[in-house]
């Protein structure tokens, strides 16, 4: 458990669905916070403002979806740069000894 605080994987992903309930929860009204913290979202500015108001709620369904798999993403990404950072300290290390 203690591995699992110590990674970004689980501090984004955490943050992540911090937003989607502020969002279910009415709190976020215009869509902002979700809109501004989903990469995805804010590339295809064209197309979801083309097809938004068709799809509705499976719309919203998509933007809470694609919010965690980003963030899941950006935090397994630093994850592993992290962790071939230690790995590359620990080997020139041992190479000195």
Known sequence: MKKLLLTFRFWFA????????QN????DDKNLLLYFTTLPLLFANEWFNINWSFLG???LLFAYVCNFVTWYIAGLLLDLLLYRLVARRRNNY???K
């Open 14 to 21: 955490l943050i992540s669905i911090l937003i989607i309930v």
């Open 24 to 27: 279910m929860l009415g709190w």
């Open 57 to 59: 709620d499976n719309m």
């Open 94 to 96: 041992r190479n000195f």
